[in-house]
């Protein structure tokens, strides 16, 4: 079974550009979270999305944003990029709700650089 | 909202020694995981372990959820364990922290040649 997917894996944007990630989760798995990690911060949860709807959101601007389709695939959304959002964004799948007692799947990451 | 705690944050070691790694968290949880980040970024699952004991190959790991801590364990080891090792807990549906995994700072681990 093929694991969890997420494109592109590196991204250079510069200052005040928006950016969109792609994250597909294990076949089966109907729910997608994301989080941001920072050698500051550590790994910080962003937002969980689950049959098309967002389920529970973390503390981070309105500038951060995502959906998910149909098919479970989910896409993140960076707008008005500043330079602290420089970070690695993970993707995680699992079967069921984030909340419940089910494994959480990591994808490989994207690694974005703002300039 | 729930604090994770790990120590220590770095480990040196000789290959071929033991080694404890421990995850100490504030609240009751419902779910427990160990990951060793790869040198790429990539978090690859160890155990989901949010209570009891679990083995596999050198690895085991055990949760005491009434004493809220987790200890991994790694014997024998390789140069090929060194990377950074994270627990992470989810609170039970319908608490405040629910729907997400809190992640510790991490222990980096360092196997020597």
């Known amino acids: 079974k093929a694991g969890v997917t997420q494109t592109p894996r590196y991204l250079i944007k510069t200052r005040g550009q928006q950016v969109t990630l792609s994250c597909s989760p294990i076949s089966g798995h109907r729910s997608v979270s994301w989080y941001q990690q920072t050698p500051g911060q550590g790994l910080q949860f962003l937002f969980e999305?689950?049959?098309?709807?967002?389920?529970n959101k973390g503390n981070f601007p309105g500038r951060f944003s995502g959906r998910q389709f149909s098919n479970s695939r989910s896409e993140m959304n960076v707008s008005t990029l500043e330079l602290g959002d420089s970070a690695l964004y993970l993707c995680?799948?699992?079967?069921?709700?984030?909340?419940?007692?089910?494994?959480?799947?990591f994808g490989p990451g994207t690694r974005l650089t703002v300039l | 909202g729930i604090q994770v705690e790990q120590s220590p944050p770095d480990l040196i070691l000789q290959e071929g020694a033991n080694s404890t790694l421990r995850c100490n968290f504030s609240d009751s949880v419902n779910n427990l995981q160990w990951f060793h980040q790869n040198p790429w970024g990539q978090l690859i699952n160890l155990f989901y372990i949010p209570s009891g004991t679990k083995q596999n190959g050198r690895l085991s790991a055990t949760t005491v959820a009434t004493e809220r801590y987790s200890l991994l364990y790694i014997s024998s080891s390789q140069t090929t364990d060194s990377g950074v090792y994270f627990c992470a807990v989810g609170a039970p549906l319908g608490s405040s922290n629910t729907g997400k995994l809190i992640f510790g700072q991490g222990t980096t681990l360092q196997v020597k040649p």
């Open positions: 999305y689950f049959s098309e709807t967002q389920r």
């Open positions: 995680a799948s699992s079967r069921t709700l984030a909340g419940s007692t089910d494994t959480q799947y």
